[in-house]
């Protein structure tokens, strides 16, 4: 099965090869680029103390960056949404690495579960509010740094004619909403997806899924959790 993925450019190589090593043929169109303000980061950490926060892996891999400055800063607790990105943490040294399996409103459960007094929560930009909304419903104190933002990336028209020509996709990822409504503010995506109405709309969540347009929510299949492997096993 060909399967178009729409993430940037360095997780989208991850999961080129996961479909790959499942037998699929992955073809990739990132719609944004990771934009990292590692100074933000090292000073958002140096100015405060307790658990940490993130609800992506983007905010793991600018804090990999910090290189030595990172190091007094493993021992603190580390929360993240999703198992996938609390691997990576853990790669990268931190000790207490907890996930949550489900979106932003879980990982506040998981905080207040924890009891923690202090949060940082390094964050990016765009995002969803669910996560800081549920942290006010439950009276958590936090701070907020932004440490990196996700940059459109407009697509060439050429490259979409390439990608839906003879060998066109059989089925296209969508990881967030942002990416899902970047894809189909494009004219030539969503008129190539009307002309090919067999290409089926992966989803991770219900959240994702409300951005794709009514005409086509006959083509989508929502992951059974909100991860890459219940993503992928809608293929």
Known sequence: MRVLVTRPAHSATRTAQRLRDRGHEPLLL?????????AAAAGALEATSGAIAVTSAEAVRVMSALGEKLRPHLVRPLFTVGEMTAQ???RLGFHSVAASSGNGRDLADLVAAGAEEELLYLAG??????FEGRLRELGIR???VECYRMQPVAPNPAEIEALFSDCRPDAVLFYSRQTAEDFFHVAELRSALSKHSYIRLLCLSEAVAQAVPAALKKNVAIAPMPDEQSLLSLL
Do not use: G, K
């Not at 990132?30 to 590692?38: A, K």
């Open 142 to 144: 936090f701070s907020v």
């Open 30 to 38: 990132p719609l944004r680029r990771p934009q990292h303000d590692r």
């Open 125 to 130: 930009m765009p995002r969803a509010e669910t």
């Open 88 to 90: 990576e943490a853990r």
